[in-house]
């Protein structure tokens, strides 16, 4: 019996063995032969097509042909398995044998089906966030965006790519747009050298170019004197993305986030810097990037609620507690980052549009 478990571990590590020392010549020789093919592949690809695998994984139909593949080659390598076991057993086994060996088979199935599914779930997960967060350059309109000269070189002759990172707050269920987050990239495109520079969100003033259309509304900037705190934060950095487009709609020309390229211009004339791009995530991007990634691991100083809201006085649902090395999903990370705000006292009301949504925008 000893010896049949062995050749299905064997059969497992090669599939095919198992199948020729079985008698199914023909079909072993075919398995392992299309095993080691695909191995030599794997080698091949990863050593020379390193740039095709990167491009592949932002590719949504790449991706799900990837998933796909993962589980398919998982099912057969169990067919494989539990086959060549069958083969190779012994007629004469006792019960305790069949035991044994069943379940020999069954923890390698399962040492396959586990990683295999793990893989299946991050690759779904890199495809929908590329699907929710990323749009490609041919499906989406910016009326400041360059236009890419050299497509195989698209970064010939530019010594630094800058690009903007906007965190906003919108969501199912809310009501209205508010960029917390803005920080711009600026990335050296031959080292990878990254500065990244964190733009408060309770900036006033905030300046656009000359040639810009909105230079002629806001010639001192996005501002206004003499107002209250309340007042005030319809004037932030935080605001424009909602406010200039609503007010003026379409200024800057053809585009299918308005508030994006006001919020490009603004922050590129603040900084002196010229940005090429921007990438903005909301909270279910946030959730969904955290995932893709496999989660993440922090410290947690003090407890974190989850959940609730404090303007109807709703308990949290769950809480994070404090602890070292605490690894997050991508639900818990949101939650994480939002609590530390969430527990202070809040400047001050939110604009109409967002009123009625009480305390749930993350700030």
Not at 130 to 152: E, I, L, M, W, Y
Not at 160 to 176: A, E, F, S, W
Not at 194 to 216: V, W, Y
Not at 285 to 312: P, Q, R
């Amino acid at each position: 019996m000893s010896g049949s478990l062995g050749l299905t571990l064997l059969s497992a590590l090669l599939p095919g063995v198992g199948l020729i020392i079985g008698g199914r010549r023909r079909l072993g020789v075919f398995v392992l032969t299309l095993t080691l093919g695909l191995l030599g592949l794997v080698v091949y690809v990863g050593l020379t097509r390193r740039d095709e695998v990167l491009a592949a994984a932002v590719v949504p139909s790449r991706l799900l042909i990837t998933s796909v593949g993962i589980g398919l080659l998982a099912l057969l390598w169990i067919i494989v398995i539990v086959g060549s076991h069958r083969l190779l057993r012994p007629a004469t086994g006792g019960p305790a044998g069949r035991a044994l060996g069943a379940t020999t088979v069954g923890l390698l199935c399962f040492a396959i089906a586990a990683p295999a599914a793990v893989g299946v779930q991050n690759v779904l997960a890199q495809r929908s966030l590329v699907q929710n967060v990323f749009q490609s350059q041919g499906d989406s309109k910016s009326a400041t965006r360059p236009s890419t000269v050299n497509v195989k070189d698209p970064w010939e002759g530019k010594p630094r790519l800058n690009l903007l990172l906007l965190g906003g707050d919108d969501g199912k269920g809310r009501i209205g747009v508010r960029t917390d987050t803005v920080i711009v990239a600026s990335i050296d495109t031959q080292t990878g050298d990254t500065a990244l520079i964190s733009m408060p969100r309770q900036l006033t003033f905030m300046p656009f170019p000359e040639d810009s259309p909105l230079h002629k509304f806001y010639p001192d900037g996005f501002g206004q004197e003499g107002l209250s705190l309340e007042g005030r934060l319809e004037w932030m950095l935080t605001a424009m993305y909602q406010n200039i487009p609503d007010a003026h709609p379409g200024i800057l020309g053809p585009s299918d986030n308005q508030g994006a390229d006001v919020v490009k211009q603004s922050v590129g004339e603040a900084t002196g810097l010229k940005i090429d791009y921007y990438l903005q995530v909301n909270l279910q991007g946030f959730d969904e990037i955290v995932d893709a990634l496999g989660g993440i691991t922090v410290n947690i100083n003090e407890k974190v609620a989850m959940g609730g809201e404090s303007s109807t006085h709703t308990p949290p649902g769950q809480w994070l507690h404090p602890g070292p090395q605490q690894h997050l999903n991508g639900f818990q990370a949101l939650w994480f980052a939002r609590g530390p705000v969430r527990r202070g006292r809040r400047p001050a009301a939110d604009p109409p549009a967002l009123r009625d949504q009480g305390d749930r925008r993350c700030r």
